[in-house]
Every structure is written in C-alpha cells, then in structure tokens.
C-alpha cells in the first residue's frame, strides 16, 4: 500500500482555516462582511475575552433555512456565486465560501437564523468541523446569530500564538469601528463584559458614526471636504494637527464602501500636512472614495486588506489637493475676512 492517503475534511478544514482565521479579529471580520452581505441594518456584535473566548454576532439580514445552515460550514459553499463568469463581478464582500467552514473547523460555533417568511429559526453546533446537534427550531427574530466559542480550543498551536486579551481586543474593535465607518447606514452595536462600549445609528451619516466612536467632541472639530471629478467623488473628514496621533491607525480609508489601506493615499493625506504636523505625529483622516470598479483591484491578497489602484499616482495627487485646501482654507480664511 502506498503512503499517500486524502486527508479527512476535518483536518483539510483545520489546515486552511489557518488562512482565513489568524486571531479573533478575523473571525470578526468574516462574521460581520457575511451580515453585511446579508444585507442586514442591525448588527450587533459580543465579545469576551477579546474574542477568544466568545464572539457573537447577530443581525436582522436575510437568514438561511436548514439546508443552507447545514451548508453554510461546508468547505466552498457559497450563495454568492456559481459559475467562472460570476467571478468577474462580485458585488459582496465575500465569495469563496470558506470563512464560516474554517471558524468551525477551530471553534466551538452555534448558528441560528430565521429567514423573514419562516415563523421560526433553526439552530444547529458544530465544533472541530462535526456536526454536534441540529437542526432544531428556535423562537428568534429574523436574522442570522453566530455564536463563536473557545476559539482555537482543538489547535493549541495557534491559541498559544495569540497575544494579550487586550490586545486581541484591541485589534476586534479596529475591525468593528472600520467596519461602521464603512457603512453608516448600518446600525452597528459593540458589547463586551455586559457593557455597550459604542454604537452606531445607521442613520446614514457618516459625521453620527465619528461622533459615536472619536466623541462629539472629537469629531465636530474635524475639517469637512469633498471634491468630484471625472473618475473619482471624494469626501473626507480631516482632522486639525492639534487632533493628530501618535500612530497612524487613526487614518481611515474606504473605497466604494469597503475598508482598505493603501500607502500612497496614506502618505498623500501626510503630505498634505506638510509642516503642519509634527514629526512622530499622523494625521487623523476618513476618506471615502467613489470610483468605478474597474479602477481598483481589491484582491491582491484574498483576506488582506490592501489593494491597487489603476492610477495610483493621479488619485493621491487628488487627494493630496483635496486635503491640502481644507486645511488651507481653515487656517487662512479668518485672516483673509479680517483684511479691510
Ligand atoms: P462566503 O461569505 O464567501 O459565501 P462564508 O463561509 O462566509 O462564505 O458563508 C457561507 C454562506 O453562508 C454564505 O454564502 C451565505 O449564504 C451564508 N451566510 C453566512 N453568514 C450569513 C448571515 N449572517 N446571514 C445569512 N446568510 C449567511
Ligand atoms: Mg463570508
């Protein structure tokens, strides 16, 4: 006999789930672009122990029924696409219908949902990729509940490879606040320890999502500034030098509604400040860029954020202008209005 053997799928699942799932805060990740997909208005999402005991996010989307619940952890299932052609125009966050079946591949997770025109939800477990119970009814809302416990609990490898609670944490909430910023016409709510750290109206305007995360405070002193051209519509939220940080996770970026990091637009908003910033401080900045799809390449790395745009130099050329007057105009205008 040969020495070759098909692995099973449980450990073919352990094995790419650590692609997908590096730390609690890409399961978040996952979870919250499916509700999203999903096109839910209501997402509210529980941590515990920065996630790694315990994520929980439920929203009011569409929900799947029993057989899609028993799919949904199956290894490339997916309701996004289904033929080679659909590749070429993905309009959801996700497609390649790998993220729930590698968090349940090293968790402990208990879905629940209820499409809008079912009286009831369904439930099932699954831990370590194995069906532990389910399908069963449940008494729900509409919606979709995903319940992520012990985290790693099957790989003590990669739980060992974590960081501080704090830190986990910290990287869960960097994931939730893009996310709101991202989409302010979603409500998003964030729990942890039995308390609400932040929430988001989904009222649409992106100024409510920056007063509900930076402060009122914060965000009323930030410079306003758009600018439309042939290609692109931008619309930024700059903050004062006095507002800059020591870090530069206080810059926000997003094209057509998703999050993304880009160097040069980052270094553009950067130089835009030029003297006005000190040296070791980085600006604070949410920038929304419109553009046609077609000008941006957003998978160059599947669960990286970082992409490429087709005329990287013009856009941070713009951005750079966009942002340079905004601060221009705030700081010189009084002076101008007080000249006879
Ligand atoms: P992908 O998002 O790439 O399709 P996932 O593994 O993340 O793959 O999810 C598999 C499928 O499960 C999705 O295509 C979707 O049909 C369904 N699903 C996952 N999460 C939700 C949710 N919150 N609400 C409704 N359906 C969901
Ligand atoms: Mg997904």
């Known amino acids: 006999m040969g020495r070759i053997q098909v692995m099973s799928e449980a450990l073919a699942n352990q094995i790419a789930a650590g692609e997908v799932v590096e730390r609690p805060a890409s399961c978040v990740k996952e979870l919250v672009e499916n509700s999203l997909d999903a096109e839910a208005r209501h997402i509210g999402v529980t941590l515990e122990d920065g996630g790694i005991t315990r994520i929980q996010v439920q929203d009011d989307g569409v929900g799947m029924d029993a057989d899609d619940l028993l799919l949904a952890t199956a290894r ?23 993220a729930l079946a590698s968090i349940a591949a090293v968790a402990r997770v208990r ?14 477990e699954v831990a370590a990729s194995q069906l532990v119970s389910g399908p069963r009814p449940v008494g729900m809302p509409p919606g979709t509940v995903v319940d992520v416990r012990d985290l790693f609990y099957n790989t003590p490898a990669r739980l060992k490879y974590l960081r ?11 994931v939730l606040q893009r996310a709101a910023l991202a989409r302010p016409d979603v409500a998003f709510r964030c729990e942890t320890g039995g308390r609400v750290l932040w929430q988001t109206s989904g009222d649409g305007n992106p ?6 995360l930076f402060g009122a405070g914060e965000a009323k002193q930030l410079l306003h500034a ?7 519509a931008v619309e930024a939220w700059i903050g004062r030098p006095t507002q800059a940080r020591s870090t530069r996770a206080h810059g926000h970026l997003f094209v057509n509604r998703r999050p993304i990091r880009n ?27 419109e553009m046609d799809p077609a000008l941006v390449d957003v998978n160059v790395h599947p669960h990286k954020a970082e ?19 905004a601060l221009d105009e705030a700081f010189l205008v009084p002076s101008i209005r007080m000249a006879p």
């Open 76 to 98: 490339h299932a997916t309701s996004k696409i289904r033929q080679p052609r659909d590749l070429t125009r993905i309009q959801t966050l996700g497609f390649r219908g790998e």
């Open 307 to 325: 992409v490429r745009f087709s005329e990287e130099r013009d856009l941070a050329a713009l951005v750079q202008r966009v942002v340079r007057q």
């Open 207 to 212: 100024l409510s999502v920056m007063a509900a």
């Open 226 to 232: 758009t600018r439309r051209t042939a290609d692109y």
């Open 164 to 174: 501080t609670v704090q830190t986990e944490q910290a990287r869960c909430l960097e």
């Open 263 to 289: 160097l040069a637009i980052h270094q553009a908003v950067a130089s835009a400040f030029g003297q006005r910033l000190m040296t070791g401080r980085h600006p604070v900045y949410v920038l929304y860029l």
């Open 111 to 124: 879905m629940a949902s209820r499409p809008h025109a079912s009286e009831l939800g369904m439930q099932v």
